[in-house]
Each structure stands twice: as C-alpha cells, then as structure tokens.
C-alpha cells in the first residue's frame, strides 16, 4: 500500500475532522506509518457539508492533499453527493445507510451501506458516538489502519468517554464484516 | 504541573507545533489578537503558558499584540506573537520599533489571501514581501518558512534562537496548509533541544552603553529591573540610546542593523536541494507549495526529466549562494509560488539573466496539484 | 529605583522618558501603555509609569488607554494634557475645546472633546485625578499616593503650550496662563469624573476624583496560574 487516500464527509459538528484526527492518528502514531490529515476550513462548522481528508503511506508523504480518494466515508446526503466526483476507480464508499441515501455512482466503485446511526441509537444508546460506528465499519472494510491503533486513537481522543466509544467502535467493526458479506460490485 | 516540553510523538496540527516549538525554546510570553487561520496559537498558548508559569494576554488589537511583545521581551522574557497578514498590517509600525531598539521577538504570520481581508480560510504565500518590506525605513529582518508540521515545531525554537543571537524580530511565515494540517510531531527530550539566549553585558551598570555593539554588530542587551538604567529610543540614536539627530549618528546605526544580517547570513540562511546535482531544470518553491514540488519532481524523475528542487528555508535573508550552487547546472530556473510573483524577483537577482527564469504564480487559494505544476513547467520549458 | 520603568509616546511629553536615571523605553506614537502592559505581565515586579500627551494616550492611543483600565494593569499613566498636538505645530486633537483655533481648525474646532478623567473612570481605572501644572505640590502629593496603589492610575495635568494653542486663542504668556490656571480652578476631591468640569476660559475642577480597589490583572494572572501550576 503505497499511498491510500480517505475522505470523510458530513455535515459540521457530526465528529467529521475528529474523526479524521483519530484515524491519521491511528496510522501516524499506533501503525508507525506515514500520515497527513486536512480539512477544507470553510467560513460554517455547523450543520453544512464539511469534509476532512488522510493520506496514508509507508513512505514520507510529499503532496499532503487528497487527489482521488480510494475510501470515502460519507455521513450525510449533501456530503456524499458533493464529494463523490472524483473517486478513485475502485474505491471504497462506506455510507451511514440511516442518513444517506446512495445515489447513482461510478462503475467500479465498492459501497457498503452501515446502519451507524440506528447502531448509535438503539444499541449505544448515545447518537453522538454514531462517527465513530462509522471509524469501526471504515477499519472493518478498508483495512487502512489495524483496529489495535485505532482503539488507541479513541481512547486517547475521548479520555472521558473511552468505553463508550470503544464499545461503539467495535460494534461498527461488526457491521463492517456483515457489510462485506452483504456487498456487491456496483457495475 | 505540566512541562514546558512535551518530549514525544503526537499526531497534531502546525499551528499547534509553533506554539509547542515556542515553549520548548523558552518562550513564556504571548500577546495576540484572534484571526483566522492562525488562531489555534493563540488558543494552545492561553491553554499552556499558565500551566507551565508563563503569561498569555489576548490584547485589545494586533498594534498592541506586538508593542506588548516588545516590551514583554525587553523586561527579560522570551515572547511572541502570532497572527496572519491582516495583523501583520498592524504589527509592521511596531516591528519597525522592535529593529530599531533591537528587540528579540518571534512573530508567526500564518499567512492567507490577500490584499485587504481576502481570503481568511485559504492558503496563500502572498506576504514574503510583506515580511521583508512591511515597516518603515532600512532594515533587515529573519523570516523562516517551514513545509511541515515537524518543522513549525523545528524553525520556531530556531527563529527564537536566531532573534535572540541578532536582537532582530523573526518571523516563521507558514502558509494555512502547514497551519492546518495535521502530521506526526516528533519532540526531542529538552536537553537535546539547542537554545540561544541573548548576550548580556559584561560590564558593571556605569560602564554600559546599551547600543555599543559587538565585533558581531550585535550589543549585549540588558533588560528592565536589572539596575543598568539604560534608555531606549525609537528615535535615531548613539550608543548610550539617547536620540542624536545627526548625520553621523544614523551613519553608526541604520547600516549596522542591516549589516548584522547581511554579513552573518551565513550563519542565517538555510535551504535544501532534492536531486539538484544534475539538475537541468531547477524548480524553486517553499512552504506547503514545495511538497507539491517534490512530488513533482519525483514523478518528472521517473520519467528521465534531470529536474530538481531547491527549497530555501529560509526566506530572509535570501539564501543567494545556496541558490547558486544548486542552479550551477540549471538551464531553466522555475520558481512556484503561492502568490502573484514575490520570491520570483529574489530568485532573478541571484541568477541575473543567465539562464531563463519562469514563474509559476498561483493566488486561488490551494497549491498546485503535482501534475498541474508539471505540466505549467514544461509550457514554459518548451 | 530598579524597578521604575519610564515609558513614553510620541509628543512634547514623549521626551520625558529620558530625563530619568532609570529604565526607560520611549515606543511609538501612541503604543506606551500597550508595552507596560507587556513589560507589567511578562515581569510583575517591575513598575511602569507611563508619560504622555492627550493627542498620543486618547487619539492614535485611546484604544490601549481603555482597555488597559478595563484590565486593570499595574501601571501610573501620567497625560500632560495642552488641548492640542504641539510637536508637530499645533493641531487640533481629542481634547481642543470647543471653537478654540488651531492650525488645523482654523475656523474653531467644531469637535466635541474628551473629558480626560470621565474617560479613565468610565473605562475602569482606580485612581483618577486632575491637576494644573501650577498644583505641583498637590500633583507631587497624588503621584506618590498613586504610585503606592496597585492597578490602572490615571493622573490628568492641565499644561500651558506659550507657543501654539495658547498664543492661536490669545492666552497670553506661560505666565498669564498659569494666573489663569489660578483664578479659575477649584479643587473638588471626589466629584464625579463625569461632572468633572473642564473649560479652559472659565473653570476646571480639579482633585483626586476615584480611589478604589479592584484586583489587579496581573495578580489574577498569577493567582490563575499558581492554581493550574499545582494540577
């Protein structure tokens, strides 16, 4: 793997840069790899489409900006609409299934459909931790970090909050595998 | 209690590194004014100066961020300053007191569109001249611009180091893409961590003339409450501080401010080539601009192009025989820039018409991407 | 006397951070208290005193003069106030009276000015006072009691300027203008600033207007940092 790039897209204040800090993180610090996370600064942090992007690579990262993204993790509709033109041709696309509705995308491209949000509710009884379902799934089917590191990363990203977010972690690594096993190749 | 160096790896933003790269160089003042894209500085600082014994105000505009800065570092502490070209605007009237009563003081200018407000929340490298020009008057100033989160960290303690050696501002002058973004930071244990700190005098309190320099150019300083009595003017003055009007007067001082840059730049400047040896084609660029240019050229390699970059470190001053050396064999000089043209006009006096010099301007508010760059080079190649 | 630090603007009273045989600092138009505050917080220790004229501390300097009180820094500022900018000729400035003549309303000022002491008090200060450069014994009286008093001082002197305001609006001499000075001011210990009557040609109240407590900002720094020291 010489250099993966992600997106994660939704709307301000649904844990979006956080969730990309956690996963540049995971890689960076826990994986010892090579990791650059931005985010595009816009003048709105809620409630507008944002998103947040990592590069990860095995070597020493020059461009440090997102070209064609290989994963996109998209938790909202407006996210996932406006950020999904310029994916890599065989890229991953992991939708929270309760908030986005999967519109028509690019031959070639995996997407997996993630009840994060329902997960969030129902079984964490806490909608907040619903990004970081999201983060488990996006371990689970990507493979771009290993679980180990990102446990780390949420647990030093949520000091008081750390068996919540781990249990909500590893519940998302659940619906990931049950994702794959449900996914097809969009032709 | 929290330590001032937070010796270890984390995953964090350059912004955050500045401010963390200040502490470890010793810095324990910090005035500022809140502006975008460099106010985590302000923020990391109001959090961790008070922990760790230091003082952070947030003062009531940038003029007054960096009159207090000065005077926080003449009553003996290490200080700084952080804002973005906007601010830089305001601060230029005081940066020109702080060269004239030679003050040691870091200012990192974070800088974004312009002119005017511009563009608060985009990259831009739009004040290199700003930086060099801003105030008043001849001077000579320091101003380091870093390409990583790693060296916000690195060139902070180092620009400290600098102003405190040359009693001269320096500024780090970062773009919003090494602001922003978040790398790996790595922290030395402090007692690795080189720290210079200014020449005090030697001589009792009678016998100090507070602006009699040095066989360096540079005068021992003393600071407030230290019973030397010393008196500092903005005003043209000699070597007791006391303003003297006449023509020999600024004789003595307005070159030595100067000169005690321009001939210890080679104790200042600082660059670094990539594949420059061979190099046909030389690819000039700095900041987050010049990861755009190693890609670039990594990939021009690839295909056989003899390119190779040169990225100066430090901006002023200029690193003028790093850039020859590394142009020895250059056909094609090309400079990239995040800007309507600045460094460009520094690069064409160093290789003054000897081989072509191209610009590659860029003011939308990203860098280039590594095949827009490539291809912007060989249009003005062929 | 080590831990005096005389600083200064720009203007006739700019110079007088010189005239000291202790640390001094003479900024830019406008900017000495904006460095006290920093001299202040980044050594707590050290005592500024800042001297200047109305034009440099209340025009190109009002906004650090406001807000300096507002935070109550340690400091003594000292306004030498001659209603006009006298180094550069004689311009009108934030305190020219009301019609007075100077080069730059040659007509009569039309601008409403400053009452100094309103100003200080309003903003937040300590101790407030107002003197003519004839009270020097009073004056001497209210800086020594300022400078052992900690936060914002603000002390006003009403000065002569012989050779430009004083001679455009037909004051006579330094010597006339200080038997001005005595006929028509009344001293009034604890008025209200805002009350604090200023005219040139027919009264100016002078006195030690406030003199309060308020925790000192540098103070609170510490007491704030010792706190989050120990954690």
Known sequence: MARTEIRLGGLGGQGVIKSAVIIGEAASIHDGKEAVQTASYGPESRGSACKAEVIISDAPI???????????????NDAFHK?????????????????????????????????????????????????????????????????????????????KYKELNLRAFDEGMQLGHKAMEQSTTKK | MQKAVLTGERFTQGDIAAAEGALAAGCRFFAGYPITPATEIAERMAYRLPRIGGRYIQMEDEI??????????????????????????????TIGLAVMTETPMVLVNVMRGGPSTGQPTEASQSDIMQAKWGSHGDYEIIALIPSSVQEMFDLTIQAFNLSERFRVPAFVLADEIIGHMRERLVIPPED?????????????????????????????????????????????????????????????????????????????????????????????????????ALRAVKDA????????????????????????????????????????????????????????????????GTPHTPDELMKEIRRRIN | MDRLVVISGIGCTGRASGYFAAD???????????????????????????????????????????????????????????????????????????????????????????????????????????????????????????????????????????????????YGSGLDVMKKYREISVIRNFTDPMKAEIDYRTRIVCGEFVDTEKPEFTDLLAQQSDRLQKR
């Not at chain 2, 973005?84 to 009237?93: A, C």
């Not at chain 2, 210079?196 to 003393?222: G, I, W």
């Not at chain 3, 002197?157 to 050779?163: D, E, R």
């Open chain 3, 24 to 170: 001094s600092y003479h900024t830019t138009h406008g900017r000495a208290i904006a460095f006290a505050s920093g001299v202040k917080v980044a050594n707590p220790d050290l005592k500024p005193v800042v001297i200047s004229g109305d034009g440099d501390l209340f025009a190109i300097g009002g906004n650090h003069f406001i807000h300096a009180a507002r935070r109550n820094v340690d400091m003594l500022v000292l306004c030498v106030n001659n209603f006009n900018y006298g180094m550069t000729g004689g311009q009108m400035g934030p305190t020219t009276p009301d019609s007075a003549i100077t080069v730059t309303s040659p007509d009569g000022n039309i601008e409403h000015p400053f009452n100094l002491v309103s100003v200080a008090a309003a903003s937040g200060a300590v101790f407030v006072a107002r003197w003519t450069a004839l009270h020097a014994r009073r004056l001497t009286k209210s800086i020594e009691k300022a400078l052992q008093k900690k936060g914002f001082k603000f002390i006003e002197v009403i000065s002569p300027c012989p050779t430009l305001y004083d001679r455009y609006n037909r």
């Open chain 2, 192 to 292: 690795e961590i080189e720290i210079v700190n200014r020449k005090k005098p030697t001589v009792p309190p009678e016998e100090y003339l507070p602006f009699k320099a040095e066989e360096d150019l540079v005068p021992p300083m003393a600071t407030f409450g230290e019973g030397y009595h010393f008196y500092a003017t903005g005003l043209t003055h000699d070597e007791r501080g006391y303003p003297v009007m006449d023509e020999e007067a600024q004789l003595a001082l307005v070159p030595r401010l100067c000169d005690k840059i321009r001939k210890n730049a080679d104790k200042i400047t600082r660059a670094e080539n990539t594949e420059t040896e061979d190099a046909e084609i030389l690819l000039v660029a700095y900041g987050g601009e010049a990861r755009t």
């Open chain 2, 301 to 364: 390699r690839a295909n056989g192009i003899k390119i190779g970059l040169f990225r100066p470190i430090s901006v002023w001053p200029f690193p003028k025989e790093q850039l020859k050396e590394a142009a020895a064999n250059a056909q094609h000089v090309v400079v990239a820039e995040l800007n309507y043209g600045q460094l460009v006009g520094e690069v064409e006096r160093v290789i003054r018409n000897e081989v072509p010099v191209h610009l590659i301007p860029r003011v939308c």
């Open chain 2, 64 to 93: 007054a961020s960096c009159t207090a800065v000065v005077g926080a570092s003449y009553a003996g502490v290490k200080s700084m300053t952080a804002t973005s070209g906007p601010g830089v605007s305001l601060m230029n009237e």
């Open chain 1, 83 to 159: 950020y999904k033109e310029d994916l890599s041709k065989e890229a991953i696309v992991i939708i929270d299934s309760d908030l986005v509705k999967a519109g028509k995308i690019k031959a070639g491209v995996r997407l997996y459909q993630v009840p994060a949000a329902t997960t969030a509710h129902q079984v964490l009884k806490n909608p907040l931790v619903t990004n970081v379902v999201m983060l488990g799934a996006f371990t689970a089917i990507s493979k771009a970090v290993t679980p180990e590191a990102m446990r780390k990363a949420i647990a030093n990203a949520f000091p």
């Open chain 1, 62 to 76: 020059d461009y440090p900006l997102v070209l064609t993204p290989h994963v996109m993790v998209a938790l909202s």
